[in-house]
């Protein structure tokens, strides 16, 4: 991945009437990487993802776009961007094929560029048979991937894609993950929202957690959960009395970053588990402390959610559902 920064938000506060939706946002996005806004609904991920792609203005601070300012220089930004917008712009009576040869004379292709572009397109969505049908007749999933094939049709730079997942299936799911994937594969800088901890945990390269209109922590999904403070390893011990002996042992080596005694054996914080494991079972052993049981807990997404905003993103798990 290049390092080259994308997009650059510097202190962007967006405020609705008198509601602040964000609130002195910034971060950058790398080239070629794919980003992440992960937070619960009403949190401002719409609105930062449509500010910097200029259908909002900023209320103050400043967004630019491979170099180029969203507001002074808005038209040259959306020549270089795609979009997949939260809500679905698709029309129930054209087929799939039409809605893309629409958005072609909107952007102003030549009908033999269109035509080309879009049958690459529905190839890559896996739209080719269903592509003159209505779009109506469409699953949820195969509108999502028609809402995709129409945020690239103009060949953009950065893709943008607002709650790409929300609502669809897990095989549907994991189409999209791959679909996004292969952009990032092909060189493009991905954006996207999301209200999923797996999704901005297994599809994001670094992801922003946005809460209340603030950006509370930002990193790789890895560097969030090191962040913690470590791992833990939880041990059972078959003698309890034993416990002391090894909590003592183990408080002294410098793999172990916090060792804490629980009613049957121990809790141990690792940083680094290729580490500390061989030298807790060579200390167990040493000990003569026989283990019952050995449990290795890697912090998750949640935990980190729930570090930086005192709540789980699931107590807010979104209402709507999609009508497929
Ligand atoms: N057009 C609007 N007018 C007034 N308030 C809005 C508008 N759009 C969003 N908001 C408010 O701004 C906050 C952030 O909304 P949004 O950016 O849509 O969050 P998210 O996409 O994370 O769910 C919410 O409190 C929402 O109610
Ligand atoms: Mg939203």
Same mark, same amino acid.
């Given at each position: 991945?290049?390092?080259?920064?994308?997009?650059?938000? @510097?202190?962007?506060?967006?405020?609705?009437?008198?509601?602040?939706?964000?609130? +002195?946002?910034?971060?950058?996005?790398?080239?070629?990487?794919?980003?992440?806004?992960?937070? *619960?609904?009403?949190?401002?991920?719409?609105?930062?993802?449509?500010?910097?792609?200029?259908?909002?203005?900023?209320?103050?601070?400043? %967004?630019?776009?491979?170099?180029? +300012?969203?507001?002074?220089?808005?038209?040259?930004?959306?020549?270089?961007?795609?979009?997949? *917008?939260?809500?679905?712009?698709?029309?129930?009576? &054209?087929?799939?094929?039409?809605?893309?040869?629409?958005?072609?004379?909107?952007?102003?292709? =030549?009908?033999?560029?269109?035509? $080309?572009?879009? !049958?690459?397109?529905?190839?890559?969505?896996?739209?080719?048979?269903? !592509?003159?049908?209505?779009?109506?007749?469409? @699953?949820?999933?195969?509108?999502?991937?028609?809402?995709?094939?129409?945020?690239? &049709?103009?060949?953009?730079?950065?893709?943008? &894609?607002?709650?790409?997942?929300?609502?669809?299936?897990?095989? =549907?799911?994991?189409?999209?993950?791959?679909?996004?994937?292969?952009?990032? !594969?092909?060189?493009?800088?991905?954006?996207?929202?999301?209200?999923?901890?797996?999704?901005?945990?297994?599809?994001?390269?670094?992801? !922003?957690?946005?809460?209340?209109?603030?950006?509370?922590?930002?990193?790789?999904?890895?560097?969030?959960?090191?962040?913690?403070?470590? +791992?833990?390893? @939880?041990?059972?011990?078959?003698?309890?009395?034993?416990?002391?002996?090894?909590?003592?042992?183990?408080?002294?080596? *410098?793999?172990?970053?916090? %060792?804490?005694?629980?009613?049957?054996?121990?809790?141990?914080?690792?940083?680094?588990?290729? $580490?500390?494991?061989?030298?807790?079972?060579?200390?167990?052993?040493?000990?003569?402390?026989?283990?019952?049981?050995?449990?290795?807990?890697? *912090?998750?997404?949640?935990? %980190?959610?729930?570090?930086?905003?005192?709540?789980?993103? $699931?107590?807010?798990?979104?209402?709507?559902?999609?009508?497929?």
């Amino acid at each position: 991945m290049d390092r080259a920064i994308a997009i650059q938000v @510097s202190h962007l506060t967006k405020t609705y009437d008198k509601h602040t939706a964000v609130s +002195d946002l910034s971060f950058e996005v790398y080239g070629g990487e794919i980003f992440g806004l992960l937070g *619960p609904n009403g949190a401002g991920k719409s609105t930062t993802l449509r500010t910097i792609i200029t259908l909002l203005t900023p209320t103050s601070g400043t %967004v630019s776009v491979l170099g180029h +300012d969203t507001v002074r220089e808005a038209d040259l930004v959306r020549r270089l961007i795609g979009y997949v *917008p939260q809500e679905r712009a698709i029309d129930r009576f &054209l087929t799939g094929r039409e809605h893309l040869e629409l958005l072609g004379a909107l952007y102003h292709l =030549s009908k033999a560029e269109a035509a $080309k572009r879009i !049958a690459e397109l529905l190839k890559l969505v896996e739209l080719e048979e269903a !592509a003159d049908r209505a779009a109506k007749t469409y @699953s949820g999933g195969m509108k999502r991937k028609l809402d995709i094939a129409c945020g690239l &049709l103009p060949d953009p730079k950065i893709l943008f &894609l607002d709650e790409p997942t929300l609502g669809l299936d897990v095989q =549907s799911r994991l189409r999209i993950w791959e679909y996004v994937r292969m952009l990032k !594969a092909r060189g493009m800088t991905i954006v996207m929202t999301t209200n999923y901890l797996d999704e901005a945990d297994q599809l994001c390269d670094r992801l !922003a957690i946005i809460d209340g209109g603030k950006i509370k922590t930002l990193g790789s999904p890895t560097e969030l959960k090191i962040g913690l403070g470590g +791992d833990i390893v @939880s041990l059972t011990l078959k003698d309890p009395s034993k416990i002391a002996t090894l909590v003592a042992a183990l408080t002294k080596q *410098p793999a172990m970053r916090a %060792v804490k005694a629980t009613q049957t054996g121990l809790d141990i914080r690792v940083e680094s588990p290729e $580490k500390a494991l061989p030298a807790i079972l060579e200390s167990a052993n040493r000990l003569d402390c026989q283990l019952e049981f050995i449990e290795y807990h890697r *912090p998750r997404l949640d935990d %980190v959610f729930i570090a930086h905003t005192g709540r789980s993103i $699931k107590d807010d798990v979104p209402m709507e559902k999609e009508a497929v």
